[in-house]
């Protein structure tokens, strides 16, 4: 996997791999890359007031934990990205740094443009403007679970993997999201949640620095989801990969995330640690508190849903 | 409890009404459509203008309507079941002939049929006939069935090819093949090798046209998560591509062997000595019926032998369809 991305790669940084950087050279930069911020920024000069609050609200942050460096143990590095569809700009100037082993939510409501940094991210689009680097071992887990369909489970796991070792790797990665002795399943045969479990597995065989997960949960069941958060936790914890875990659920990202942001018309409005005790509970004052500042930040009054 | 908007019907109605609400009350009286009015429960109809105000109880009725199907009859084994209509056709087919309604020389008898059979198998002039017509039929499928692939993979994968192949072929389909006929004896001749490429060119097509739309027809959303995990251009073309494609590519297979018996049927009219389709426009000069039908006969169980070749092939190829677990 890493062989396919440094073919565009032209000045790889230290865990680093550029993504997109085809583009980057093409459109924006003209071949200069890391921290070459004054050339990127197109929507800079068309709202020089509107630039300043989101990067003093994201930056900071995010420089203040990693040292700000370009080698400083990130897995995302993003400046300046931005992102049109014709005449839609989805992104806009979008400035975003996840530290290695962070867990981070992004919220954000429909169309405001989360799946599309996810897109970018993971390498799908390529129509980009702006600095963007991912880490080289990365992956991603889909809502739907996209598995081959003519593939049994263990092959849908071990896709892409070579060496002896392959399938005994797949199936311990099988047996740690709880699937042991379903390796010759074919995926028709597995619940939506186990074929979620499968995608999981999948994902944490490579044993990635970075994993992109779009609204993975979001055609689950309530109570297949409760389980599946408890299984992500789990294995972010013996793992430590790094997350960009993209949701519309707002409670879903202050149980899991380390950090929550919040995507609107194209740059991230809020970018707030998550500081309530765990085990997280519902029911915790800071927990009902974060909640209402980010449903307000998204636009919506948690009085509506009846909230405590 | 201040926003239950509905209480039981049997709460009290409260005292303290507003005297503008009777006015919706006169609607218990009304019967719900469908519904006969006696079996309406008396009580006040429903209502959205108060909390307080009690609902009606609902008539009841069995959806089922009484009808009800526990599984219980006697199941007929499905193919006993469609067995019924050919039994059927057989039974007329003997009645007719039996009892003279129909002249022997217009239809033969099955026992004829079967005379006529025997003769022919005892001799070994049936199995000449028609292992000739397999190994036609077998050459044309095979040459047609590579064509067809080849080309749809040209243009399946490469847009080049799609630019070149897929509006020639698109073109070339709609001329019957059956019209080559007179090109083909300029060319070829009228050889083995001309009722050869006559079936191969009909097979072409089906091939072509259902392998390519299943290769175009691979979910791009799989191709993107094999891409993600590491696939190459060729590990995406065997894991991905191709078994996405193979669905497709056997509805052609199967459809492309009907038409080749068919093409075999008029490849076999023009200067042969051997074969069915000789046999048949043999049995046509002699004026045998029963030889006729005979042929007429293997080439239905040569089809469907045909197509249960290519349902198992489906069976084990694409046992993943259905979650069949195989050993």
């Given amino acids: ?132 680097l991912a880490a080289t071992r990365r992956s991603v887990v ?35 999201v709880g699937l042991a002795g379903r390796e010759r399943a074919w995926p028709v045969m597995l619940s939506g949640g186990e074929a979620q479990r499968v995608a999981l597995a999948r994902a944490l065989v490579r044993e990635p620095d970075l994993v992109l997960l779009d609204e993975p949960f979001g055609a689950l069941d309530a109570l297949t989801r409760i389980r599946m958060h408890a299984l992500l936790q789990e294995l972010c914890r013996r793992h430590r990969p790094a997350v960009l875990f993209v949701t519309h659920d707002v409670d879903e990202a202050i149980l899991l995330a380390d950090r929550v942001l919040v995507l609107t018309d194209g740059r991230l409005s809020l970018d707030v640690p998550v500081s309530v005790a765990s085990p997280r509970r519902r029911t915790d004052p800071a927990f009902a508190a974060l909640r209402s500042r980010l449903l307000a930040e998204l636009g919506v009054d948690d009085l509506d849903e009846g909230a405590h | 409890m201040t926003d239950v908007s509905y209480l039981p019907a049997t709460a009290p109605a409260p005292t303290a009404d507003p005297p503008s609400f009777p006015a919706t009350v006169p609607a218990a009286g009304t019967p719900y459509a469908g519904v006969p009015a006696a079996g309406v429960p008396t009580g006040p109809a429903p209502t959205r203008a108060t909390a307080t105000q009690p609902v009606a109880a609902p008539a009841l009725e069995d959806p089922t309507g009484g009808r009800r199907s526990r599984g219980s009859r006697l199941t007929v084994p499905g193919w006993v079941r469609r067995l019924t209509g050919p039994a059927v056709l057989f039974a007329v087919w003997w009645t007719v002939t039996g009892t003279g309604l129909v002249g022997g020389r217009v239809l ?80 070829i001749g009228i050889g083995e090798s001309a009722k050869v490429f006559l079936i191969a060119a009909g097979v072409v097509f089906p091939v072509y046209m259902n392998t390519f739309a299943g290769i175009r027809g691979v979910d791009v959303r799989l191709v993107e998560a094999g891409r993600t995990f590491g696939l190459g251009r060729l590990g995406l ?72 070749i290519v349902r198992i092939l489906e069976g084990s190829l694409l046992s993943w369809r259905r979650g069949f677990t195989g050993t």
Avoid at chain 1, 27 to 47: H, L
Avoid at chain 1, 53 to 58: F, L, R, S
Avoid at chain 1, 156 to 169: E, F, H
Wanted: hydrophobic share 50%; net charge neutral.
């Fill in chain 1, 1 to 132: 996997m890493a062989t396919r991305l440094h073919r565009h790669v032209t000045t790889p940084t230290a865990d680093a791999a550029p993504v997109g950087a085809v583009a980057l050279a093409d459109r924006a930069t003209g071949g200069a890359r890391a921290g070459s911020r004054a050339t990127d920024k197109p929507g800079a000069t068309a709202e020089p007031g509107a630039t300043a609050e989101p990067g003093a609200t994201a930056e900071p942050g995010a420089t203040d934990e990693f040292g700000g460096g370009d080698t400083g143990g990130a897995a995302v590095r993003v400046r300046g990205l931005r992102r049109a569809f014709g005449e839609r700009i989805v992104l806009d100037g979008l400035d975003l740094t996840i530290g290695a082993g962070e867990f981070v939510a992004l919220l954000g409501r429909s169309g405001s443009g989360k799946s599309t940094l996810l897109r970018i991210l993971g390498g799908f689009d390529t129509g980009i403007w702006g600095d963007v």
């Fill in chain 2, 237 to 308: 073309i065997r894991r991905v591509i191709v078994p996405g494609a193979l669905p497709g590519f056997l509805i052609g297979l199967r459809w492309s062997l009907g038409v080749a018996w068919l093409l075999l049927v008029f490849a076999e009219q023009v200067n042969t000595d051997r074969g069915i389709g000789y046999l048949l426009t043999s049995a046509q000069g002699w004026n045998r019926t029963d030889l006729i039908i005979l042929c007429l006969v293997i080439y239905g169980v040569l089809g469907l032998l045909c197509d249960g």
């Fill in chain 2, 108 to 187: 033969a008898s099955p026992l004829a049929v079967a005379r006529a059979f025997g003769d022919l198998a005892g001799d070994g002039e049936l199995w000449d006939n028609l292992s000739i017509s397999l190994v036609r039929v077998g050459w044309g499928v095979l040459f047609g069935v590579t064509a067809g692939l080849v080309l749809a993979v040209l243009a399946g994968f490469f847009r080049a090819g799609e630019h070149i192949v897929d509006s020639s072929m698109n073109f070339l389909r709609t001329i019957p093949v059956i019209a080559l006929l007179p090109l083909i004896i300029v060319w």
């Fill in chain 1, 142 to 176: 889909f809502q739907e679970a996209r598995l081959l369909p003519w593939t049994r489970a263990l092959g849908n796991v071990t896709l892409g993997l070579s060496g002896k070792d392959a399938a005994s790797r797949g199936r311990a990665a099988l047996a740690e």
